[in-house]
């Protein structure tokens, strides 16, 4: 198997050359690989602001700073994986459902192949068909959501599909496995106290910000632990999780949300579970003028692949 | 009738107050009035950068600059004119077809008791839904489109309905009549020559910038009046008619356009046209750091609204 | 009663409409309700940046977000709570005299009314105009104010009226009663060690930045419930209390400050208190390009109108 | 008399040092000189956006890129001239009449001495303040006005000292000539038509920028000349004179002007006459993110100096 | 030969897949084409703002919005034309002399294939390196300079290699023939006459942009083509040749220089020369907010390709 | 000795004059002081992001807000002190090693008359030269580093002079005492697990970002105590210690960092030390479009200024 690995940036400056996630080559076929980089910039299921379609660009524009081993999991990268960046999947922006389809075929030759992909949105909506793709190949898995959102909304306007509805569905499809899923993160306002009760009705389970504000990060990991235990997960997160001060770049911001070094505490957290699938969803670039929300997704999906690196090394 | 006009700026500061066009009443329903200014927060439509919707609360922000005596066209409008801001149309963000039959439906109260609409987009694809309702009423009428893009594709991805199709689907549905309307301001670069062949074959004359720039604004005034004579003419001005750094904050920013004194000419140049309706599109906020883009849009749309007083003070 | 509460947000778009606070009515004469949100967009009084007349626009623009279910007070604001927003006192810009009298004849018919304002400024020198027309209501009430600085200088630049001065002279007009007020949040420099010596000599209670970052939030809740007891208190929130990092678009930033969380937690806290009126003040947008200023600001206006409605909850 | 010249930047690179005016020494006490450049950070006079407080510090850090020898006018300034920055007149922010008092007794040991002042404001109620200075020495004088506003309203919100009254008081006061004085480049919208009258009625000449666009720069620049003639004049410029898109960071910004290069043409005509004092107002960087209008005002008081230059040099 | 040409826009959105020029492949081989698109992300040389090193990210980003083909030359590009993009060119940031190296060692294969390179920078440093590989493919070239600076210093603090050198090292290095050379839109303030004279000793022939300002771009246009002749020319555009208004995000921005519609019209008047290579430089993204700037560039990048296209077309 | 002290900010407004550091007057001679305040504005040595030269002028137009008397450290800086603000050092852009010799021949006047340096930088790379001058004056010194990146690289690109390698350097050329040195707050990813064994084989102690979010900053503080115990030592600030929210404006920006609290608790809790010589560095502007990276930076150097005054009144 070919080993697929970034650039050497002690040889050439990062900022040189086409931008790639973390400066790994472009494989725009299905190679085999531990995992694959892949945008999907669509954004029209989105209620407020609007723009994530350009995450994919932001994300990789910024991912070039990362370095092969992550001190905090000691782990280097790609003495364990090989990977790349698939480029975009396809979409027809403004047509979801033709959207949903061409996701999920698009994602298929990747999850055929066992590579493990780590996806970049693109807006919330993009997840169901990204649970589709990998229900057909793994069957329904647990969903581990961080976000100040449930997303379990039964419509917007009177339509299905949209960014506040994706994991309602995804229930009601059968592609997740509701007593193995956890939703982490909640907060703000909702239209109603029902809001909250419909994700545990659908089966989920739910840790508000206010909750993990009272427990701490550690408390948090073992719960997830806890829920989610063996089963095959797919971790979904929202850049909403974060506080709107280390994330202003997003469609719907939440203050009284959570700092970076809470973050990726609860994302190392994750190590030693079953992970065969992520997402970064909601990075808007428009409204991120430091760039500090594209610096932290890039960060969370740097993340994502040391822990499959690390799942490789304990495994080695 | 009763007379709406906009609150007294040496009385109460400019920065005062709920944001309605230029400080005009909000008047959420169909009153008598000679004109009202609506918005349509709509941009599922379009093909590249997004946002428009926040369109309109953009253009109501800086337009509170606005005084009721227009020096060039030496008009007072209030002299000769009622007019309030009837709010915003609705729409469902995502589905585009929904949207044109609310915005259809929401515009005919006003057209219905003869008052003129000043419409404030949304992106370029709303133009087709209110050509309907204008249809509804007055029968096709002339159009008089600013613009450096024809946005007469037959389709984008396969796709019948988005913000480079609506004048194709404008003549196809009968809405307005080809023989005397006029494209003016077409530029840039196109997928190949046909695009340039469409709009004429349809019907359509078509004025690009670089053969403006040649001729001057005063030929450009004329071809317009020679084209349009006695029809009824609904006026459609997509911001990107204007140069990018006029106007940055759009969806598909086009250098080599027109100056702001250029555009304000030209607008001014259709003093005496019977014009029955107006709209400004593709206002980005997002990408407009310095309002600039705003504060042009504005611009024009109190100088439609500028036109309306003058016909009737050149009538009384 | 007539019972004004926010347009449905799973109806009509957040995005769509005229920008008043929280989508709610728009009612400039004293309507009877349980609250009003008002603007007061002065800045005349500031030292150094300057353009918080332009807060109350930017903070209701964001305010569509919030929704009427509070998660953490666990409170349906409008099963409790009719409110409108009442728009903008009128003010004089250049002439602060003038203002605080047009302030206060303002705020009456609100206050003679029972109804409890939410304030928007604007800079802090309002408040000392608020004091004099609550004080005409209520007579002298507790101050809780959250803030990095005392705002109790004699003078400026040998002036005895800007926004460091108003809770001197709150004080020696009797407006506050000082055995039951409180600053909480105060850091950074000031001129002498005098400053702070003098809120003291005033009879106010200081906890200063560092204190509270010793004892933790809880702890401050308690420090303030304990003064403030029964009496009728006046909420004045700064924005500066809050970090720099969480709340930029101010006019004098500090850093050393509390985040979001810490901030929306010492908000809560006072529920249960007998408050009689609330304001926040010091947002200045042209220094807020992510707007997490304003979204920061919004939110604790939302709890504070939370407040209202958990009170309510409570004796019903 | 001591050469007062600015930092050679072929030794020192032109981003090092404490910033001042064009790297001129700063020389706080009215030494002999043939020019100083002096702030007057005053912005309490403004009616719309504020913060030109913070314009002469956006002009000097700019005014670091400017060479001695002007190309267009073929002059090497301090081969003619010997020139400072004086740092800021003392002002008293919020406190209109205070700050007049100081910004005249600040200015009159510079005019005392013959030295002239290029002032960098401040909004443009400042300029009657240093009219008083200026005719304390030199009596009435002729007004070359630069503005998209004539700023003669008698009073705003019941007030008669602010930035869209001073010309109205200077005549009022005799401290211009209205007979050599000349108002150019008056645009946009007006309360009435009598805004315009006004001016005429004063004795003013008003030149539209309708007017000047039909004419020319060259035609506006003879204009200018025949009506000062031989008149000791002064120049006021205000930034909002130049099109928005060359000069958003201003305060209440206007389309339809006039580009850098007409600008630059325009001022280089004032050469030859008799000009005694400069100002430059209303930049407002908080508005400026590309600080292209404290590029442009930097520039024009970069022509300002040169003409300075260059009379001596034709009288050499 | 293969052909290389975009992705098809109207079946993949233009937000789609990784960042290439104008979506060409990305082929970092040099294999046959017309043309290359490469990237000098140099900006070392610079002499007030640094950032340049990201202008080949910029221009890429929004060079998707390019089509086909190009309206006002009348020419589809890819009807003629197969061209690629290269990537960037390895450079050392920090050292000059070795990244001249790696850059003339860089550019060699290119030339070698009698590929025409359009090489996106970067600071204006980088095109001495440029020539030094023209150079040794073509011999001595002309060069038309599009700039606001005649960059002939002899040397900045003492260093004889920097942006404001090049073209006295070029013509002393023999890699330019100066009588058939001309520099284009100088202006602004220079340290003295004799940076003026100098240019004028090597040879050059110099422009002024109050010389062009007054006879016009058609003109301009003769100039050029009377000077440059059948040489083989090599394009060297700083895109502060273009006023500030319309490119602020440059280092050394200057006002009084040219819009978009006057600099394409410049460009297109090149049509007819033999160009071998084109560079365009000084693009810096951090002060581009409304990413104006690289629009520009983009714009002008697309018409030296159409340029060779055109050339092709007119050979056919 | 002359007392040097900041300007009076309650007789003339902070927004006012000529932009020092504090308001200090600027003295570019050595004259006697406790403290002086130096701008190092050389940005040439970073791999990433660039524009740290303008460090020193942002900082210093943002530290105008900082009073005499410090709140937490309850001290009255001029009380105890005389300081004053030098300039900035001569450097040559472009080029490291002349510049190097320039810093260290610029420093040595203030270090010989036994002044205190508070150094703004600039890029990290420029601390090798500044201590160079401290050992010629005071021999090795202890190292108390901040920073997110060890920066004891031996070479990037082949070079052994940047901002990622000084540190190798300087313990190579015996400047610093390794013994009692410590860099803390090191985090992210690195090129491989040697990067971090480097710093160790240097005889530096690390404590990573990990170890200190587990620990706290006060045991954090006794570990830097305990290591420097009674050497002279120098503090060594790169602004990327803080978290990427809290400190956007840099070139290598980090998350999971310090919040601005935790940022002053650890500046303060160096008391008690032997402190010869502060810097702060990696403050880029242009990406700091709230100015709260110059807001922090501004407070650690005013920390800085703070615990001389202190020691001087502990010792008094």
Do not use: W
């Not at 070919?2 to 494989?27: A, N, Q, W």
Request: with cysteine; glycine share 8%.
């Amino acid at each position: 198997m070919k080993k697929y690995k970034p650039i050497d940036s002690l040889e050439s400056p990062r900022f040189c050359g086409i931008r790639t996630f973390m400066r790994l080559p472009h494989v725009p076929t299905a190679e085999e690989a531990d995992f694959a980089v892949i945008g999907v910039p669509f954004d029209t299921g989105v209620t407020f602001r609007v723009g994530a379609r350009f995450g994919p660009e932001a994300i990789r524009s910024i991912s070039v700073l990362s370095k092969p081993h992550n001190i905090a999991l000691d782990v280097n990268i790609f003495d364990y994986c090989s990977g790349y960046d698939y480029g975009d999947l396809p979409i027809v922006p403004g047509f979801i459902e033709d959207s949903y389809e061409k996701i999920e075929k698009g994602l298929s030759p990747i999850l055929d192949k066992g590579i493990i992909p780590v996806l970049l949105g693109g807006d919330h909506s993009i997840t169901l068909a990204e649970l589709r793709a990998v229900a057909n190949t793994h069957g329904p898995v647990a969903l581990i959501q961080f976000d100040s959102h449930t997303d379990t909304m039964d419509s917007y306007f009177g339509r299905r599909y949209n960014h506040g509805t994706p994991f309602k569905r995804a229930v009601e499809e059968g592609l997740i496995d509701p007593e193995h899923s956890i939703q982490v993160g909640i907060r703000g306002s909702v239209y109603s106290k029902d809001d909250l009760i419909v994700p545990k009705e659908l089966g989920l389970e739910i840790v508000t910000a206010v909750e993990i504000q009272q427990i701490g990060i550690p408390a948090l990991i073992q719960r997830i632990q806890d829920r989610v235990k063996n089963a095959n997960a797919f971790v979904s997160f929202d850049i909403d999780f974060v506080d709107a001060a280390y994330a202003p770049g997003t469609g719907t911001p939440e203050v009284g949300g959570f700092t970076s070094v809470e973050t990726l505490q609860a994302v190392r957290g994750l190590a030693g579970l079953s992970l065969i699938g992520f997402d970064i969803v909601e990075v808007l670039p428009a409204h991120d003028p430091t760039h500090v929300t594209a610096i932290l997704a890039s960060a969370v999906a740097y993340e994502f692949i040391s822990l499959i690196a690390l799942k490789k090394k304990m495994q080695a």
